[in-house]
Structures are given as C-alpha cells and as structure tokens.
C-alpha cells in the first residue's frame, strides 16, 4: 500500500458527544475539496443525554452530512428544515455565511436510541467562497447503488463504477460509502487526483495491509494517477469503508472555529460578524454558541 497514515484525534463536542477527528491533519490539509472529517458513534444515547449543537455559522464551506444510524433536525437561516436519517446526504452550502443548528428530533428525544455518522466539510473553490448560502437534501432512494461481486458500493458524491450522484458540487468531488463481503475484494479504478479510504467497521485491508480502526489512508497521487489502482479487502468478516477524494483545491485555506477561507482577514470579518450577531437567525431559535473567547489565530 503507497499511502500515507492518518490518524484520529478526539474532539469532546459537549454532552459527552465525542467524535474523531482525521482532516485537517499536520500530514494534509485538505483532501480534494474535503477539509474536515469526523466520525461520531455508534454511540448508545441515553434518555437523559444532550447531544444537540445550538445555532453557529459558517463561511466558505460546505458541510456534507451522513449518517448510518440515528437521525438529526437540521434547521438554518435560509428557512430550510429537514430531518436527516441513514442513507441520505445533506448538502449546505455556507458561501458568504449562513447558521444552522443540528438537534436530536423529537420522537428520538428522551428516548434510548443510537447515533453513527460522518461529518464532513467541502471547502469552497475561491471563486464561490462568497456564494449565496444554500441548502440540499438528497434521500437514500435518490442515491445510486452499484453491486459487484461481493461488493455494494453507494455513489453518494461524485462518479464511479459508471453511476453518477445528483449531488451538486463545486469541483470534481468523490465520496463513497462501500460494504464487502468477507474474503471479497474491490480494486478502486478511476480515483481522482487526491483520495483516501477510512474503515467504518471490520478489518479492511489496502493492498493486502491492514488498515487500522479510526485511520485514514491517504493514498499516492502518482500511484493513483499512473494506474496503481488500489485494492481492499475484507477480512475474516464484511467490511463497510468510505472513500472521499477529488481535484485539489485551489490554494491553501485558513480555518478558524467554524470559518474556512483562502483570506485571513475574512475570517476575522467572520468573527466580528457573528460577535454582532450579524450573520442571520435560525427561525424558531433563541440560542447559539458564543465565539470562542481565544484570540483569532488561524490555523494554517
């Protein structure tokens, strides 16, 4: 395996919700137009546990939800309100800015149940980082479904094995949700410039090394690119892995908080935006999370 290993860190976003966080990475910032990733669950949610994220903004983004178990109420300030469950991918495009919070539905509140799930950011190409902000839902039923021998492969984002996703996106853009069945293999023809494979459950194997729980292998653009196609594996058991990747962005990206730009200074914008409380309201909404009281130091 030509690949280089990323790993997770972990985030405790509140409530004992705690995730693992693989982008951005000291190794990579970004990969294609993904710059963020987090893996949250299986988490057993107890009755009393407040797993809900109030009100915050965004800028220059993208956020890509999607989960494996559990639901979540995604409510924003362009008025869009939708309830977000397994199989679907939700698109929000933050552009200039837009606030959203992502709370536990009510038939689910105080009650016992699971939540899994990814989330992901798409920083924006320069040209559409000041986009008006937007919002997408794409049901399970809309999302392609490619069988193989052995192998399920849903194109939730992007093209491959010959299936096109209708989700709308700024640049090529790939992302993969694939189940093998044990002893069964999948070789990743066709990958974009930049991409890597991150293991949901089971022993995923990469060109016949084993690809560690909570890792990321971020696969050699010329390897890739010179037809060095990738093969996984199941082990003794079915795997389910994902595979995210795309053109390179185009330029490097400050991050701070919740803000993603090519300019420090709007970032800064940003800040005292939401400082002001400037960037929109969530109908229905009397809460939100503060700025950070650290000092605006971008991360780089």
Request: glycine share 10%.
């Amino acid at each position: 395996m030509s690949a280089a290993i990323l790993k997770s860190h972990e985030k405790d976003l509140g409530g004992g919700f705690v995730v693992r966080r693989l982008l951005p990475s000291a190794v990579k910032q970004a990969v294609g137009p993904f710059i963020f990733f987090d893996h949250f669950g299986p988490i057993d949610v107890a009755p009393d546990a407040n797993h809900d994220v109030r009100p915050h903004p965004h800028i220059g983004l993208a956020t890509v939800t999607y989960l494996f178990e559990g639901a979540i109420d995604h409510r924003d300030s362009i008025g869009s309100c939708q309830r977000i469950e397994p199989g679907a991918i939700n698109w929000m495009t933050a552009g200039r800015g837009i606030v959203h919070s992502e709370r536990t539905p009510p038939d689910l509140a105080g009650q016992p149940h699971r939540t899994h799930g990814l989330q992901l950011w798409a920083a924006l190409p320069k040209a559409h980082e000041e986009d008006e902000p937007s919002f997408t839902h794409t049901p399970q039923a809309d999302i392609p479904v490619v069988a193989l021998d052995g192998a399920v492969v849903k194109v939730l984002i992007g093209t491959a094995f010959g299936q096109t996703s209708p989700v709308r996106t700024y640049m090529q853009t790939v992302y993969l949700d694939v189940a093998l069945e044990a002893g069964k293999e999948l070789r990743l023809d066709g990958l974009p410039a930049e991409a890597a494979i991150y293991p949901i459950s089971g022993e995923v194997l990469v060109d016949g090394v084993a690809l560690l729980p909570h890792t990321m292998a971020l696969l050699e653009a010329g390897a890739v690119q010179a037809g060095a196609a990738p093969v996984v594996t199941a082990g003794s058991g079915p795997v389910q892995f994902v595979v995210i990747g795309g053109e390179p962005l185009d330029g490097h990206r400050f991050l701070f908080w919740n803000f993603v730009s090519s300019s420090k200074e709007r970032l800064s914008q940003a800040a005292d935006d939401w400082s002001a409380q400037r960037m929109g309201q969530v109908p229905g909404e009397t809460e939100f999370i503060p700025l950070p009281k650290a000092p605006l130091r971008p991360a780089t």
